[in-house]
């Protein structure tokens, strides 16, 4: 077995309050989503999360259905939690979320409270953890009350299986019901996760506004939307191990003409920053006030180190923030789940 690797300097990586809470996250945060399934080399997720923990990414963000198969993500990172970070558990921030379908049958999707309970036990037991640092209810549910699913969340952190709580994929109204009904709970809506990228602008239209109101942050995800904000389809090709071409959540469609024109136009602005593109799509999502991180998946160490370095670059000027608004789009295909 390989030393537990050491944190990263200070200055690697900067942190910021999530909302009005006591809890600092980093910046970039590590998703543990399409890369952590039992299709993955196991040398490979290994050597991921060890470099992130060199890197100063504190902050791993599971769901109970990521993999492929659904749960071997979190079994993935609870084995390299035990052999490989086992007496560094209290320096990690780990989330995860329930429902999105898990199990067959009533009980396993959605928003009840057997579903959200149920789940957050079983996500325990894959990860071999106490407890979670953040558990979050993964979309909204409009068939259960949501005084259930919050007080199902509030409950985790009463019997001590969570410490914060979130939402994600929540509307802004939502998103304020949600937080009212927590707050007459005692337990604060802690952090939203929200899908946010330049060319996804969804967040802007309301829920920032409700988040700032109501004190909470913001971990985004998806900042890349989905590889589009990387320099993998400038060319206009569609590479066939890529998203585009493998993944029901990034239909290839949307590798046209003006998608490649906008694109394209954002990598030159980012070469000017001496930056890739992917670079540049997270520092533009990291300059939101009301983001408080970024969540990156990577597929290899490499990738994992060219996202961080997005945080040694310059803060972006006006002038840049001008040239990006005019290329951004809404909307570009990508579902997550």
């Known amino acids: 077995m390989e030393s537990i690797p050491e944190r990263a300097p200070d200055e690697t990586m900067t942190y910021r309050r999530c909302g009005a809470s006591g809890l600092l996250l980093p910046r970039i945060a590590l ?3 399409h890369n952590f399934g039992d299709t993955r080399a196991d040398d490979t997720k290994r050597a991921t999360v060890l470099r992130a923990v060199e890197l100063g990414i ?3 963000d599971l769901a109970n259905n990521y993999g492929p198969p659904p749960g071997s993500a979190e079994r993935a990172f609870g084995r390299i939690l035990a052999d490989d970070l086992a007496g560094r558990r209290d320096e990690l921030v780990i989330s995860t979320k329930a429902g999105f379908e898990m199990w067959s049958g009533p009980y396993g999707d959605h928003g009840s409270r057997k579903h959200l309970l149920a789940s957050l036990d079983q996500s325990l037991t894959r990860l071999g953890i106490d407890y979670v640092d953040v558990f979050y209810h993964h979309r909204p549910d409009p068939e259960t009350p949501l005084e259930e699913t919050m007080t199902a ?19 802004p109204e939502e998103t304020r019901r949600a937080a009212a009904i927590l707050d007459r709970l005692g337990v604060p809506l802690t952090v939203h996760q929200p899908r946010y990228s330049m060319f996804d602008r969804t967040p802007e239209r309301g829920l920032f506004d409700v988040l700032d109101e109501i004190r909470t942050g913001a971990m985004v995800y998806s900042p890349l939307a989905q590889g589009l904000l990387t320099d993998r389809y400038l060319d206009g090709t569609v590479p066939t191990d890529s998203r585009a071409a493998t993944s029901r959540f990034l239909d290839a469609d949307v590798i046209d003409e003006d998608y490649l024109e906008r694109a394209r136009a954002l990598a030159e602005i980012a070469r000017s920053r001496g930056q890739s593109l992917a670079q540049l799509a997270l520092a533009w999502v990291l300059h939101r006030p009301q983001v408080t991180g970024a969540i990156v998946g990577a597929s290899s160490v490499r990738q994992l180190e060219q996202n961080v370095a997005a945080l040694e670059a310059s803060e972006l000027t006006e002038e840049e923030t001008e040239r990006i608004e005019a290329q ?7 579902r997550r789940g």
């Open 31 to 33: 998703g543990l989503w």
């Open 58 to 60: 504190a902050h791993f």
């Open 153 to 171: 969340l509030a409950d985790a952190v009463r019997r001590g299986k969570a410490l914060y709580v979130g939402v994600s994929n929540y509307g």
């Open 328 to 334: 951004a789009v809404h909307g570009t295909g990508t």
